[in-house]
């Protein structure tokens, strides 16, 4: 009986034991799940709205110098070829060749002896006319004064036809004087033109006439002529900027010549081509050029360069812009966000285009292709570079 008790007593004992050893461990777990409620290194943060990153360059306003390069030649703006008026023999030549002369200088002589003898020929003929003019003018008036009652009507109208006559011949006379001058002041040879003379043909003794070879050629060295050809694009973009009557409006025309130095002087547009070249798609552009020291020689090939400065503008990559029937746009960026902005294209550089600035301070274009931003979706800007490459 007393084992049994004891038995019993042992029993319990375990089980009171065991009790306050579960009671223990759950007040432990539950202390734990507090703390671990508490400590803020457990809370998972609260998922956060993605930042767009956009790449952007600065549009930087600038003042370019564009310059366009064509082939050109040089060429005279008057070139004479000096013919005789009349025909006869040489009996001086006063010039030689490759030799610089001004107009109205003396080139040659033909022969005077015949054209002189023509000439005196007609004076003298004048002369007479003079006299025969004046007895008839004198002889008429004494017979119309002397009243109808003293002359027969018949002698008076022979006297008035006798003065008419008289007044035809001295008018013709005078005719053929001016025909002798003309003719004999041709012998003398002067230059219709300053400029140098090219090969002088004919020597003392030679027969010349209109029809025949010229006695020399005379080229206008200053000012000169360039002659060079711009294409239908460069035409069609000048003429609508500047109108025909100043094509070249804005721009620099210079020289560079063969030896590769730059001619010092600039040109002057004079006018071009009122037709296009088939072949070459271009029309020809002519530019005055003064050449006072003979250095711009005809028929010799220069380099033309126009160039043109173009203020507070900005230069685009030409694979940045959209072009549409509406206009030409870009996309750009602000703190606001994106937009489709309109351009204004002035001319090409390289692989890029030359703006006019009519962007707003802090506006960047965006580089590449635009990301497409949700309302409200936030975004920040990269800036990748200090220019718009």
Do not use: W
């Not at 943060?45 to 564009?66: E, F, Y």
């Not at 030679?206 to 002659?227: E, F, N, R, W």
């Not at 900027?241 to 804005?250: E, Q, R, V």
């Amino acid at each position: 009986m007393e084992n049994e008790a004891e038995h019993k007593s042992s029993r319990k004992h375990s089980l009171v034991v065991i009790f306050l050893v579960l009671l223990v461990c759950g007040l432990g777990y539950e202390i734990f799940s507090l703390k671990k409620e508490k400590n803020p290194q457990n809370i998972a943060p609260a998922p956060q709205a993605s930042v767009v990153s956009i790449d952007v360059v600065p549009l930087i306003p600038q003042d370019v110098t564009l310059s366009k390069r064509y082939i050109g030649y040089v060429t005279p703006v008057h070139s004479v070829s000096v013919l005789p008026f009349i025909s006869g023999f040489v009996e001086s030549v006063s010039v030689h060749s490759g030799q610089f002369v001004q107009a109205g200088q003396l080139l040659a002589i033909l022969e005077q002896g015949t054209y002189k003898a023509n000439l005196q020929t007609a004076r003298a003929a004048v002369m007479q006319a003079v006299a025969a003019y004046e007895n008839a003018d004198t002889y008429y008036k004494r017979l119309k004064n002397a009243g109808e009652k003293a002359v027969a009507q018949a002698n008076l109208d022979k006297a008035l036809a006798d003065f008419l006559s008289a007044k035809a011949a001295f008018a013709q006379a005078e005719a053929q004087l001016a025909s002798a001058e003309v003719n004999y002041n041709y012998t003398i040879i002067r230059a219709p033109i300053s400029g140098i003379i090219g090969t002088v043909e004919p020597t003392k003794g030679d027969y010349v006439s209109p029809a025949g070879q010229p006695l020399m050629t005379i080229m206008q060295v200053s000012p000169v002529k360039v002659v060079f050809s711009l294409t239908d694009k460069d035409y069609i973009q000048n003429v609508s900027a500047n109108g025909l009557s100043d094509l070249l409006k804005g721009n620099k025309i210079r020289l560079q010549l063969p030896n590769g130095e730059f001619y010092p002087l600039e040109g002057v547009y004079q006018y071009a081509e009122n037709a296009l070249d088939k072949g070459t798609n271009s029309v020809a552009v002519y530019v005055n050029f003064d050449n006072k020291d003979n250095i711009l020689i005809p028929n010799a090939y220069v380099t033309v360069y126009l160039e043109q400065e173009f203020k507070n503008v900005v230069a685009l990559p030409q694979n940045q812009v959209t072009m549409t029937p509406d206009g030409d746009f870009i996309t750009t960026a602000n703190q606001h966000g994106l937009q489709q902005q309109k351009i204004d294209i002035v001319d090409t550089q390289g692989s890029k285009y030359i703006v006019k600035n009519t962007f707003s301070p802090q506006t960047y274009l965006v580089k590449g292709r635009p990301p497409v931003l949700k309302a409200n979706e936030p975004f920040k800007l990269n800036i990748l570079s200090d220019s718009a490459e």
